[in-house]
């Protein structure tokens, strides 16, 4: 009985833990909850519902404003726990819904007075993925022809770097190239002057490999490689190339991979059904370019190599409005100017900076970075010659994806708030009895919910259906008792999957047959072909390895195994079997 009532209050918040899965990773604050009454109500029931709750909770809800007594919208003032006890009451019966009243906020908008020339960063959605993240804790280096600190750069962060053409550690651009790209990845923004760049939180690695004519050897740029995967650098930006293939650039590529460093590269200018190097190496992606309206770039390379589509910008004469405008210096004064450039070299610079965000949400592995960039890109259909590669590049898709990817400690404690865990009084209720199954319901269904929010696309029924079959079936027909009447199919209706074994005969011991990943493997095996009843199948098996683990841990009894360390050995590892397949249906479907 023990057993079963821990597996109950493991179950219940697990179902908790489901229902707010989809709410893990948001930011969402809400001081009122949204209440919407059955437009069949009359106001009179309403009116009597409204007092009921200012008696109850000593709140009164009012109505939205003066166009809501139609649809019989009311607002009233509270928190998660407030929340949670409205949808826990009576109340459900007369509203259609009730709901946090979040509070939203405009995508921010950089106070840069030329933003509005930069179609590129609407075009990638940077604005939604600023409400994220800019980038801090990520150092990008810039393999180019240096980047010199012009005024819309000097609120950004650079570490130290080095001038592999002069051999000198000062870094500095004189042409130009390089600090444009800088700009893109991430120019001074939100600094009332000039233009905004894309990761402007990030750290700059300026490594100049070409010259003031824009040439540069092989060797400078295996060894620039070399230096940023040593020093720090998340990203390199590689906006240069040419058609040989060297061995020893190939060796920095892969030496800076297996670092853990992501390497970002132009696909080329030549308008060839091939990407140029060193973009075409394996472990680097090529960044074919975009104009304004999102079609390729008529210079840009295509075809074999070719990873992502990125803005790059087309300049038609002496109108600069389809090119990317960064703050740069001229390349004959030196002097700092605003300017508009084209090419796949301005197209890999945000690609690389995007990358710098998904970094700084918590993704190291580039190999993982790389198939967010992708598998977040915007398709693009009918792409035979491969113009796009992935589709377009998509900031606000990729950081999204990162972070439903990645739950940090925020991310937690956020949800812990919002349940109502931080509440003293949870912990306190039932004394130190209850404060282990306590603790085992949060961290259970928070790693449930992290698995779900990871691989399941919405919450079902089917699958809160398998979860209570293997979990805890229907337990309170367990003890359900009518005079003269058979008890076992009670008990059979109150046993989880693993307890059926036992359930006709009334033994509390768990069957090795019944408690284990069979049914649960039969289940997946039959049913994973269905678009509905799949669901059932996985969340038997998330049930089911959750009862499992509740009966290893507790006091295992296992029929011909007893109930020591053997016993409690089978329940784990089938737990653990049981959770791997929930984990490969969920992705397989």
């Not at 906006?239 to 670092?259: F, N, P, R, T, W």
């Not at 995007?354 to 700084?360: G, P």
């Not at 678009?531 to 098996?541: L, M, N, R, Y």
């Amino acid at each position: 009985m023990k057993r079963l009532l821990l597996a109950a209050l493991l179950g219940i918040g697990l179902l908790l833990a489901l229902a707010n899965a989809p709410n893990l990773g948001a930011q969402g604050t809400y001081d009122s909850i949204a209440l919407d009454f059955q437009e069949t109500l009359t106001d009179a029931q309403i009116q009597q519902q409204v007092e009921a709750i200012a008696q109850r909770y000593h709140v009164t809800p009012q109505l939205n404003s003066a166009f809501s007594a139609a649809d019989h919208l009311y607002v009233v003032s509270g928190n998660a726990r407030l929340l949670k006890l409205l949808r826990h009451s009576d109340l459900r019966q007369s509203t259609e819904s009730i709901d946090p009243n979040y509070i939203y906020q405009a995508f921010e908008i950089p106070n840069d007075p030329d933003y509005s020339k930069q179609w590129n960063l609407r075009a990638i959605n940077m604005e939604a993925a600023w409400h994220q993240t800019k980038g801090s804790g990520v150092t990008v280096a810039i393999i180019d022809t240096g980047v010199t600190v012009v005024p819309d750069l000097k609120d950004t962060s650079f570490v130290p770097g080095y001038d592999f053409v002069n051999d000198s550690t000062d870094a500095s651009d004189d042409n130009g190239h390089g600090t444009h790209i800088a700009g893109t990845i991430a120019q001074s923004t939100n600094n009332n002057f000039g233009v905004a760049g894309i990761a402007y939180e990030a750290s700059l690695m300026p490594l100049k490999v070409l010259s003031q004519s824009g040439g540069g050897t092989v060797t400078d740029i295996a060894e620039a490689i070399r230096f940023a995967a040593d020093h720090g650098a998340g990203v390199i930006n590689i906006s240069l190339g040419g058609g040989g293939d060297a061995a020893v650039m190939q060796e920095a590529i892969a030496y800076a991979h297996d670092k853990g460093v992501v390497i970002v590269a132009a696909a080329g200018n030549g308008n060839s059904n091939a990407a140029a190097f060193p973009s075409r190496y394996p472990n680097v992606i090529a960044v074919a370019a975009l104009d304004a309206s999102g079609v390729r770039a008529p210079y840009s390379n295509f075809g074999a190599g070719v990873d992502i589509a990125a803005p790059g910008g087309v300049i038609d004469g002496e109108n600069a409005a389809g090119g990317i405008l960064q703050h740069t210096i001229d390349d004959e004064t030196g002097e700092p100017v605003f300017r508009a450039f084209q090419g796949t070299s301005m197209a890999a610079p945000h690609v690389a900076a995007v990358a710098a965000l998904i970094e700084s949400v918590g993704i190291k592995d580039p190999d993982t970075v790389t198939a967010i960039l992708q598998q977040s890109a915007r398709p693009v259909p009918d792409d035979a010659l491969n113009h796009y590669g992935a589709g377009q590049l998509d900031a606000d898709a990729a950081v999204k994806l990162a972070q439903q990817d990645h739950l940090d400690v925020k991310d937690f404690l956020r949800w812990l708030r919002d349940s109502g865990y931080l509440n003293l009084r949870f912990w306190v209720d039932g004394g130190a009895v209850a404060l282990l199954p306590k603790l085992g319901m949060v961290l259970g269904s928070y790693l449930l919910a992290w698995l779900l929010r990871r691989y399941v696309p919405v919450l079902s029924l089917s699958l809160g259906a398998g979860l209570i079959a293997g979990s805890s079936g229907l337990f309170p027909l367990r003890g359900f008792y009518i005079f003269d009447l058979p008890q076992f199919p009670f008990r059979v209706l109150g046993s989880s999957i693993p307890e059926l074994g036992g359930a006709i005969g009334g033994s509390a011991a768990l069957n090795p047959l019944f408690a284990s990943v069979l049914i649960p493997f039969m289940l997946v095996a039959l049913l994973l072909g269905h678009p509905q009843w799949k669901w059932v199948a996985i969340g038997s098996c998330l049930g089911v390895a959750v009862c499992l683990a509740v009966s290893a841990i507790g006091s295992p009894q296992v029929l011909w195994l007893g109930s020591g360390a053997i016993a409690r050995s089978y329940l784990l590892v089938n737990a653990l079997l049981c959770f791997g397949l929930a984990k490969l249906g969920a992705q397989a479907s």
